[in-house]
């Protein structure tokens, strides 16, 4: 991937350990381990089984899934940038996918349109929540945690309202293009794409702009200083209430975006999107190094973490691992890359880079 | 009878305060709660089949109501204790149908794993420093890995047909299930009221710098704690095998959300510090009612859900209300 690290933190600079001669080991930096371990993987699985260098068996459909836990990861990342959670990011992608699916079906609309729809409902509930969080000072884990819990009630009972109660029948116009056909469909003369689902594109889009937004614009690092510190960013005159409300309408933007891109991968906007989100939205960013503390985000980590979730649960796949191996080892990647990150907190310890 | 109210020697008194209002207002909705199901249902509510089917299935959430709220005590939250729930089970039963072992022997090991595994995430949150919430997440999908390689897709059943017999037998009209629960919360209650174990994990939780500067042990109170919900949440498993009947890597799944919906409105506060045996006991009832309500009336068992969730964050917003603002 072209971009350059997206590691963001503001008034703290220990977070650019790997360039600064007084920082960090540049192993220390979990987003180079991540790298390493990806990378140790792919060689491992494709000695072990040919197979996972299968273009159309194996590395189109990774970078599906790929393209969408990355979403998932950035739409936790979001919130997590103020310090504060989302667990009710599988029921915003499932009630946005739901107004899409709807969309379609009652307007017959363009698939751009759904999409839009998808990305309003996803904000609006996601500034739903940053709203009845700052107007109540509740903490945001209850705030999501119930919100989840009534949206679970209603998006059964949306789908139940709307179709036979499982999934939208309806296929939009392109919806299979995007599920079926990779770059390498669509040749200028003799040069076709790679083999690159029309989907990753997208997602990639998506990446850059939370890196940029976290990165350089206003608004992304108000949000960041807000997380690092409640009162100093108050007293500072950054518009506290107004950060947490866009950074959670951001959250549920991208679980929409999830959501409406899970649907296409599945073929169908049906009541199960999102069922499997809340996992990978944590784990790709705390395995990039992005803590629940708030204050510092890595957006290239996120799509890291994403990336070795993925690798993980296709290459174990292909060795007919079962369901319960996967969820052992996958929990167990995460607790050693947790120790990890504590092995570069003693590091920076000792080396005096107070955080 | 469970009623006690702990708040930490550090806590200030409005809190304990709020506790108490928290308290007697779920007192208050139970009994109209239940008041009003009773009338509009005819009376239906008070036939002793009735009663005894809501205090049965009454006895798992609030336990687990319970294992959650002992970390949130310290100010940690436990992801693990519903699969947890599943994997005492599904081992304990596993002892009796594949190993032969009696349930003297299986019980007592279910209790084990879950305070095992309590114990690990203790030590692995004090060790990394990570957040409770993070380590208990990956623990979570191991052990709902190991649930699941127990016995697979299969389905354990025909265990220990005395041990099924005594989850439906009742006492005095009420369920045994229903009363180990009950001691359950009083030894809780009793734990963090009057042991200098319990008092120290309030205090961990409340303000862990004054803790410290007393000769408080913080690392210890997060592995004690940890240990302890690992442990009522084996319990909680014990419960689902003699209430079911029959077990399968699937138990727990559904436990994780009503297990933070309990203490929640039970007026327990996530920052640790404070907690209430009997907001959470009464909280899970009114959870429980909501199921019952949906039984009574024929209701879309979708609506649960929705219900519950407003409920939750009705409650939390009513409790902030009287409060005020005290964070972010």
Known sequence: MGEATLTSAPAAPPQEDSTTPSGLPWWANPRVGLLVVIVA????????????????????????????????????????SLGHMNLAVPRMAAVSAFAA???????????????????VVGALIGALAGTIITTTGVNSFVVTLALDFGLLGL??????????????????????????????????????????????????????????????????????????????????????????????????LLCGLAGFLLAINNGAFSATIGDQFLLPSFLAPVLGGTLLAGGAVSVLGTVLGATLTSVIQKGLNLLQFQLDQLQILIGVVLLLALSLDRVRHVLAERRGVRR | MTSTTETAAVATQPRRSRL????????????????????????????????RAILQYL?????????????????????????????????????????????????????????????????????????????????????????????????????????????????????????????????????????FSGRRLLASGGNPVAARLSGISNDRSLVVAHTISGLLAGIAGVLVLMLSGSVNASIGDDLLLPSFAA??????????????????????????????????????????????????????????????????
């Open chain 1, 41 to 80: 993987l792919v060689i491992l699985f494709s000695a072990l089984r040919p197979s996972f260098l299968n273009v159309d068996l194996t590395l189109v459909p990774m970078q599906a899934d790929l393209s969408v836990f990355a979403i998932v990861g950035l739409a936790q990342l979001a919130v997590l």
């Open chain 1, 101 to 119: 699916g709807l969309t379609y079906d009652r307007l017959h609309a363009p698939l751009v349109v759904g999409l839009a729809v998808a990305l």
């Open chain 1, 155 to 252: 998006v059964s009972l949306l789908y139940a309202w709307a179709t036979d109660g499982v999934a939208f029948a309806v296929h939009p116009a392109g919806m299979d293009a995007l599920r079926f056909d990779t770059m390498n469909n669509y040749c200028a003369g003799p040069v076709c794409g790679p083999p690159v689902p029309l989907v990753v594109p997208i997602a990639l889009v998506t990446v850059v702009a939370v890196g940029v937004l976290f990165r350089r614009s206003r608004v992304g690092r108000e949000m960041l200083m807000t997380g690092s510190s409640l009162r100093a960013a108050r007293l500072s005159g950054i518009p506290v209430t107004r950060r947490i409300i866009q950074a959670h309408a951001l959250s549920g």
């Open chain 2, 20 to 51: 108490l209002g928290t308290e007697v207002i779920l007192i208050a909705i139970s009994v109209i709660a239940f008041v009003v199901l009773t009338v509009t249902t005819g009376g239906n509510l008070l036939q002793p089949g009735t009663i």
């Open chain 2, 59 to 195: 006895a798992v959430p609030l336990v687990i109501g319970l294992s959650q709220m002992v970390v949130l005590a310290v100010g940690q939250m436990n992801l693990s204790v519903g699969v947890l729930t599943g994997l005492s089970s599904v081992v304990a039963a596993g002892l009796m149908v594949d190993s032969g072992l009696s349930p003297w022997i299986a019980v007592p090991a279910a209790l084990l794993v879950g305070a095992g595994v309590g114990l690990a995430n203790g030590v692995l949150v004090v060790l990394t420093r990570i957040n409770g919430f993070i380590v208990t997440l990956a623990t979570m999908t191991i052990i709902a890995g190991l649930r699941y390689g127990v016995n697979g897709t299969g389905t354990y059943e025909g265990y220990s047909p005395g041990l099924v017999k005594l989850g439906r037998a009742s006492v005095l009209g009420l369920p045994v299930v229903f009363l180990i629960a009950l001691v359950v919360a009083i030894a809780v209650a009793l734990y963090f009221r009057n042991t």
């Open chain 2, 263 to 328: 203490p929640i409105i039970g007026g327990v506060v996530l920052a640790g510090g404070v907690v209430s045996v009997l907001g959470t006991c009464l909280a899970a009832f009114v959870v429980r009612l909501v199921d019952v309500a949906q039984a009574q009336y024929n209701i879309n068992p979708r609506w649960v859900d929705l219900v519950v969730g407003g409920v939750v964050l009705g409650a939390v917003l009513l409790s902030h209300g009287r409060e005020g603002k005290d964070d972010s």
